[in-house]
């Protein structure tokens, strides 16, 4: 099966096609018959766009972490069917959030693949030539896959945020032709949904899916999410290959959790789209943390998702970004700030702000700042270090400290830092030079 996107400019239609009546009806989604399984949740692109507009976008962004152009934009058109925000939801000019399906569904970013694939290889690429008004089309197989040809006729753009008239947005077609591969048929509701056979305008708008399409994926195909579907709320730990990451959330099984990682491979045939899971996993903490070493090999940064034990498209999370490599998170997430220079029997005040609320924060000090491992995590003090003094932060992450300064610490140079315990979870704070006069 077929599903194809034309484009509409000002209510004109493009290759001849006939005029389209809008019910009044506001919910006139429709389905195309099937579903993916947990089996077929993986999306890949090929890139191989000819458009410069395509790969102009060489920002870097946190909540999509390793991938930039128009792998950021295909990215980003998946997760926006996803159950829950992907990360923070932040990353789009054109969006106030990223994720909005509210559904039991989560596709799973799978990177690049190496060329085209088959008719079920869950691979978007482009196609020469054009055919008239249409700008795309999604084969669907559907329970066994599927397969999404753009029409390089157009002139493509990544994004991130507004598209010149000119460029069609691939972000929001992509959007389009993704929601025809998890079984959604063309809507004919008003309001401009994603599902509509017709682009509006150069197809920004459809990067954000309405109620209509919102309720076509949640009664017509995967059900409304479930309140025990598991969440990924933050990482903590390592970050690196072979370090100890913590997965924090909700709705976690006693056991039998799994951690899905991207795979690093590139072929369009084999199992390069699907995840590399780490399984046989138990949460602790009431099923709000998964602790688990990171795969030496195989793996690359992107998302990442926990399936909880059972079956059923409510027991996978939305995805997470997972900066692979990136170091260890918590680093100088709070603030200290105060003077740098104080005289030998004085007062010292010491501010902290962006510590986790209603937190006790301890003040660390030491006479070098070469480094040091405390409880597992990274400090930037030196070895020989002490804590000072420590306050409860209030509700907004602020606390502050007095520091009664000695008289016999005259002509020192004292570094200090905050370091904070929640539940097992440590954060800590930029490194502060205090020269006592």
């Known amino acids: 099966m077929n599903s194809f996107l034309r484009l509409s400019l000002g209510g004109l239609l493009l290759a001849g096609t006939a005029t389209v009546v809008v019910p009044e009806d506001a919910s006139a989604w429709s389905t195309i018959g099937g579903s993916l399984g947990l089996t077929q949740r ?50 789009d000019g054109s969006q106030n959030n990223v994720g909005d399906g509210g559904a039991n569904f989560n596709f799973v970013w799978a990177g690049n693949a190496g060329n085209t694939g088959g008719f079920n290889g869950n691979i978007i690429s482009p196609l020469g030539g054009s ?19 753009f029409y390089e006729s157009w002139t493509w753009d990544d994004g991130p945020d507004s598209v010149p008239g000119s460029r069609m947005d691939f972000q929001g077609v992509a959007c389009h032709e993704l929601g025809h591969a998890l079984g959604l048929g063309h809507s ?33 195909v995967y059900g409304a999410m479930s309140s025990s579907m598991p969440e990924i709320t933050d990482l903590q730990g390592s970050l690196n290959s072979g370090g100890t990451l913590i997965v924090v959330g909700n709705n976690f099984s006693t056991t039998g959790n799994e951690v899905w990682f991207n795979n ?31 795969p030496t090999s195989g793996i690359e940064g992107g998302s990442i998702h926990v399936k909880k034990s059972g079956s059923g498209n409510s027991t996978l999370s939305e995805g997470h970004p997972f900066d692979l490599d990136g ?42 700042n070469t480094g040091t491992t405390i409880f597992g995590h990274q400090f930037d003090l030196g070895s020989n270090w002490n804590v000072l003094s420590n306050t409860l932060v209030d509700a907004s992450g602020v606390g502050s ?33 205090l020269t006592v006069m």
């Open 131 to 149: 055919s008239g008004g249409v700008l795309a089309y999604c084969e669907t197989p559907i329970s066994d896959g599927w397969r999404i040809r």
């Open 188 to 220: 004919t509701a008003g309001g401009n949904p994603t599902m509509s056979a017709y682009a509006t305008g150069n197809g920004v708008s459809d990067r954000s899916i309405t109620s209509d399409d919102q309720a076509g994926i949640q009664q017509g």
């Open 401 to 433: 400290y007095s520091l009664n300064v000695p008289n016999g610490a005259a002509g020192m140079t004292v570094y200090m830092e905050c370091g904070s315990d929640t539940g097992g979870v440590i954060t800590d704070s930029n490194i502060h030079q």
């Open 42 to 91: 993986d999306y890949r692109i090929y890139d191989n766009f000819t458009d410069n507009t395509c790969h102009d976008n060489t920002t870097a962004h946190s909540n999509w972490p390793e991938y930039t152009e128009v792998e950021m934009s295909a990215w980003k058109a998946g997760a926006e069917w996803g159950s829950r925000s992907f990360g923070d939801g932040t990353g």
């Open 327 to 368: 170091g260890q998170p918590g680093l100088n997430t709070i603030t200290l700030s105060g003077p740098t220079l104080v005289f030998a029997g004085g007062v010292a005040i010491l501010d902290v702000s962006r510590a986790t609320p209603n937190a006790r924060v301890y003040l660390l000090y030491s006479l070098s």
């Open 264 to 294: 690093n491979g590139t072929s369009a045939s084999g199992a390069d789209g699907d995840p590399v899971k780490v399984t046989g996993l138990a949460s602790t903490n009431g099923g709000t943390q998964i602790s688990l070493t990171i």
